[in-house]
């Protein structure tokens, strides 16, 4: 039998092992019962998901993106509150992990969209950073524009925003950072990456990225998410023999 502890301390260690300062409360995030046959993973905690973990006959529900962040409002009403209720009702446990599951250099978001695009990781998109939120690498062969947007397209099953000066010109090395990074293109361009990946896009990015003659690439926050709770999850329940069912709650941002 795999108790709530042993599985919430297993994730604990995988995951907080390496201090980073976040902007909410990671690890166990609503406590339920005791016992733990099954794992429903997901991107974000919405409403959805919790309703399909419940249908799911899951024990624990482990997210990304959970509750309490900072500087939102501490009441437990509306939205909130028909969320916990559901989990409490139902007596399921919620996990969840953020910037640690961003940079974990085996089950985190980079790393596992990089395995899934083909990059080679060579180093941190932040040199002055510890650890590095994004990442820099090489395609294994070098991709037009046109080419890695369709990779991005059939990898992700989104096609993503573009802004790109050059269709002709060739991608080789590429700098990424899953989620709202589109703020790291200065860190792409002191990087010398040909393109770079972010889940989110902003006004200001288009210009940077025109002006720079960087490949930009907004894939999707949800899209380029997706990964890193999929691995937690298939290592929990390998090492726990129990069973996990990943769900995808459907986000065009």
Request: glycine letters at 8%; a negative charge.
């Amino acid at each position: 039998m795999a108790t709530l502890e042993s599985v919430v301390k297993q994730a604990n260690q995988w995951m907080l092992e390496r201090p980073i300062s976040d902007y909410c409360p990671n690890g166990l995030q609503v406590e339920g019962r005791a016992e733990v046959k099954k794992i429903v993973t997901g991107v974000t905690a919405c409403q959805a998901l919790v309703d399909e973990a419940i249908a799911r006959g899951a024990d624990l529900l482990l997210v990304h993106h959970g509750y309490f962040w900072k500087g939102e409002a501490p009441n437990i009403v509306g939205i909130k509150k028909a969320r916990l209720k559901a989990l409490l009702q139902n007596d399921i446990s919620m996990l969840a992990y953020h910037l640690p599951l961003d940079v974990h250099p085996e089950l985190g978001n980079n790393v596992q969209l990089a395995k899934l695009l083909g990059l080679t990781v060579s180093g941190p998109l932040d040199e002055g950073a510890r650890p590095s939120i994004g990442l820099v690498g090489q395609l294994q062969a070098p991709l037009t524009v046109s080419e890695f947007t369709n990779l991005l397209n059939e990898k992700l099953n989104r096609a993503p925003q573009v802004i790109s000066n050059d269709d002709k010109s060739l991608i080789r090395r590429v700098g990424w950072c899953t989620g709202a990074a589109q703020g790291y293109i200065e860190k792409a361009i002191a990087a010398q990456v040909d393109a770079y990946i972010s889940g989110e896009i902003s006004e200001p990015t288009v210009h940077v990225a025109r002006e720079s003659g960087v490949h930009y690439f907004a894939a999707g926050h949800h899209a380029t998410e997706r990964y890193g709770v999929i691995a937690l999850g298939d290592k929990l329940a390998e090492a726990f023999n129990i069973e996990h069912e990943f769900v995808d709650i459907d986000n065009p941002v």
